[in-house]
């Protein structure tokens, strides 16, 4: 019976999840006004099935062996999930793109706390640290990015010009999709991993991006700064590369933040006017908050729910 509300809980968790944060992995694309939603969505949905299946199972190493000493149990894993699902709707409600990871570690982190587990202290010093530089590089790289490719369209021909800015958005969305599936999504099939959470949550995420997607899509494509093709192209592209490399290490990093990383990056070279500094300041409150939230929730959920069972 656990098993099997597990199951639910992590579906409807990753469909959520992919709705909110396709924001990042679309959002770019639909600002540029390159393509229709449904149409980028689609591609989306389906590399982040690909990540998930692929590299999901890295994320693995983020609880067991990485912030804790063992994986969570069945019923802890619930708690985590529970608490998550509650935030996710609530954030997913009021159109506002979070963080799914940093809920995740502070929801695994309240579980922790609740049933008196041994913390990595220094492992959970570096996902904080990446979650910084995740945005901050992200910035960096995407400045780095729209200077080199300033000077590379100078040299493509006006009529081919077009094509290549069509096809570099569309690689770069799939790209980050496919980051998204691997990283968050994936740390939402390793609390319990296996072979059927990988699949389902894979799918989830992929529907989740077709069907509920377009309210944070609009936020971070055209709330935050006027994108044009080459700066939407250098904000995904860089928030990509960003977090596949912290995938690698497993570090639950957010797509959302990277991509708005770029993005803020493209921004700042025509001036940091060009900026929307409410929904700037919207986003930091959220992301800060995030993760506080869900330590708080997830351990009132222990000692309400579970140790009163």
């Known amino acids: 019976m656990l098993t099997l509300i597990y199951f639910v809980l992590a579906t409807a968790i990753s469909f959520i999840i992919a709705a909110n944060n396709s924001a990042g992995s679309i959002g770019t694309l639909y600002g540029s006004r390159i393509t229709s939603y449904y149409k980028a969505a689609i591609i989306a949905g389906f590399f982040v099935m690909l990540g998930t299946f692929f590299e999901g199972w890295k994320m693995s190493g983020t609880i067991g062996g990485g912030l804790l000493p063992e994986p969570l149990s069945m019923e802890m894993s619930l708690m985590v999930l529970l608490a998550t699902a509650i935030l996710l709707m609530l954030f997913t409600l009021f159109s506002i793109p979070l963080s799914a990871s940093q809920i995740l570690v502070g929801s695994i982190l309240g579980v922790a706390v609740a049933f008196s587990m041994e913390l990595n202290g220094e492992f959970l010093a570096l996902i904080v640290f990446s979650w910084a530089m995740n945005l901050l590089v992200s910035l960096v790289l ?91 192209f250098s904000a995904q592209i860089a928030g990509a590369i960003v977090v596949e490399i912290f995938t690698q290490f497993h570090f639950p990093v957010s797509i959302t933040q990277a991509i708005i990383g770029g993005v803020i990056g493209t921004g700042l070279i025509k001036g940091y006017k060009e900026l929307n500094k409410k929904t700037l300041k919207n986003f930091a409150l959220s992301w800060g908050f995030a993760p506080i939230m869900a330590f708080a929730l997830t351990y009132l959920l222990v000692k309400v729910l579970f140790l009163h069972l």
């Open 142 to 232: 995407a400045i780095v990015i729209y200077t080199i490719l300033a000077r590379l369209v100078k040299r493509i021909h006006i009529f081919s010009l077009s094509k290549f800015y069509t096809l570099s958005l569309f690689i770069s969305s799939a790209f980050i999709s496919y980051t998204l599936g691997a990283n968050t999504i994936g740390l939402i099939a390793s609390l319990d991993l296996s072979a059927i959470s990988i699949i389902t949550t894979g799918i989830a995420a992929m529907i989740g991006t077709i069907l509920l997607g377009r309210r944070t899509v609009i936020t971070v494509g055209s709330k935050i700064t006027n994108l044009d093709p080459p700066r939407a």
